[in-house]
């Protein structure tokens, strides 16, 4: 049973245009969510989080946004740069929970 | 800076060996985590560990099991490898009880079991 779902497996996207990635959880009892970055034979890089009493959250370039209603969250990276392209997992947790449900992560690649 | 350190980043073994996977931690997180990633199926969470010599199943712990004898160590053994448990290895550790829950990762072991 996927908690944690990232239904596009790759997008592409033009430099300096606007790269949307999406995540749909189920798990309602979930209440905080994390964004990671991977680049190619590294470890995932923690990029961006947001709690569940929020619906948005900004760090320069990128933005997380929360439907809790509709359990989707959305990651905004604007403008898109070649440096951007990796992979990237959503992933969410409960409380003060240790464990960590990962996404199946999207492949994104910004193109010159 | 955080650091999570993995002894190999890439191993190749023969089928039915047993398999020494390493991480050190610098950062006296209580809480450590060893993931396999492989395409199509994101992360998914081996083992973990809260405390030294504690340990917990998670999503996938068949054909694994782990150690933890100091704080900042946790090691997955492959009892006896075999070809389906090639894929790449990822420990992480983080702080316990915390609302912000950030898993800080090493860089990853390849394993290759021919």
């Known amino acids: 049973d996927q908690q944690v779902k990232q239904n596009s497996p790759s997008l592409s996207v033009q430099e300096g245009r606007i790269s949307i990635l999406n995540c749909d959880y189920t798990?309602?009892?979930?209440?905080?969510f994390l964004w990671y970055k991977k680049y190619p034979a590294e470890g995932p890089t923690f990029l961006i989080s947001?709690?569940?009493?929020?619906d948005k959250n900004e760090d320069g370039r990128f933005t997380v946004f929360l439907n809790k209603s509709a359990k989707h969250l959305s990651l905004h990276i604007v403008p898109s740069q070649p440096g951007d392209s990796a992979v990237y997992f959503c992933?969410?947790?409960?409380?003060?929970?240790?464990?960590?449900?990962f996404g199946t992560g999207t492949r994104l690649q910004v193109t010159l | 800076d955080v650091k999570v350190t993995q002894s190999s980043r890439y191993l190749v073994k023969r089928t039915g060996e047993k398999v020494f996977l390493e991480c050190v931690q610098d950062?006296?997180?209580?809480?450590m985590f060893w993931y396999r990633q492989d395409p199509g199926l994101g992360l998914r969470l081996i083992y973990f560990?809260?405390?030294?010599?504690?340990?917990e199943k998670g999503d996938i712990p068949e054909g694994y099991s782990v150690s933890r004898e100091k704080k900042e160590r946790f090691s997955l053994i492959l009892e006896s490898a075999s070809t389906n448990q090639t894929s790449m290895y990822l420990c992480?550790?983080?702080?316990?009880?915390?609302?912000?829950?950030?898993?800080?990762f090493g860089a990853g072991t390849r394993l290759s079991v021919l």
């Open positions: 560990s809260y405390d030294v010599k504690m340990k």
């Open positions: 798990n309602s009892m979930f209440d905080y």
């Open positions: 947001i709690s569940s009493i929020k």
């Open positions: 950062m006296d997180h209580e809480n």
């Open positions: 992933a969410a947790t409960t409380g003060t929970a240790s464990k960590l449900t």
């Open positions: 992480a550790s983080s702080f316990q009880g915390r609302i912000k829950n950030i898993q800080y």
